[in-house]
C-alpha cells in the first residue's frame, strides 16, 4: 500500500512540475524584449527589468536627497481663478516608495516620478521652514521658491519632518 501511494505522489509531484514550469528554451533576437507578468489584481502589465534596475537606483537618489531636507513630505495645492491650479507633491507611500507629481495648470506642466521629484527638489532645498516658521513667512517663501504669484485664492500646504511632525498652513 505505501509503495502505491509513493509511486502516484512521485507521478503527481511531475505532473505539477512539469505544468507549472512553462519556460522555453526559445531565444527572442529582439534584445529590448518585454517580459510580462500579472501583478496583485490579476492584470497583465509589461515589466522591463532594467527599468526596475533604473527605478531602483532612482529611489536610492530620491532618499539622499530627501535626507539633505529638514523634512520628509510636502504637499503644496495653490489655487488661482478660472480653475487654474499649482499642485506639487513629495510623499512615500506604506512601502516607503517615495514618489512626486506636478500638476500645474498656469505653465501646462504635468510631471510625476523622478522627473517631479527632481523639479520640486530643485524648488525646496533652497526652503528654510521649520516647525517654528510663521505661517506668513513659510507662504512667502513658497511662492518665491516655486515662483507662483501672490494673488491665489487659495493656498494650502503639508508639510511633514523627518521626526514625524506634521504642519498645516492653510490661506
Not at 531602483?56 to 530620491?62: A, H, N
Not at 503639508?158 to 498652513?169: P, Q, V
Request: with cysteine; net charge negative.
Amino acid at each position: 500500500m505505501k509503495r502505491i501511494l509513493f509511486i502516484f505522489l512521485s507521478v503527481f509531484c511531475i505532473a505539477l512540475l512539469t505544468a507549472c514550469g512553462d519556460q522555453t528554451n526559445e531565444t527572442d533576437n529582439n534584445t529590448n524584449q518585454k517580459n510580462i507578468a500579472q501583478n496583485n489584481i490579476g492584470k497583465t502589465t509589461n515589466v522591463n527589468y532594467s527599468n526596475h534596475l533604473q527605478n531602483t537606483q532612482d529611489q536610492y537618489e530620491m532618499k539622499s536627497q530627501l535626507e539633505k531636507l529638514d523634512f520628509s513630505e510636502i504637499d503644496l495645492e495653490v489655487s488661482y481663478g478660472e480653475q487654474k491650479e499649482y499642485e506639487a507633491e513629495i510623499n512615500h507611500d506604506n512601502s516607503g516608495f517615495i514618489g512626486g507629481e506636478v500638476d500645474d495648470d498656469i505653465n501646462n506642466e504635468h510631471l510625476s516620478g523622478k522627473a517631479a521629484f527632481d523639479s520640486i527638489y530643485s524648488k525646496v532645498k533652497q526652503l528654510t521652514i521649520s516647525k517654528d516658521t510663521n505661517k506668513k513667512d513659510t507662504i512667502h517663501q513658497i511662492l518665491n521658491s516655486f515662483d507662483l504669484p501672490a494673488d491665489y485664492n487659495r493656498f494650502e500646504l503639508e508639510i511633514i519632518f523627518h521626526d514625524g511632525t506634521k504642519l498645516k498652513y492653510v490661506d
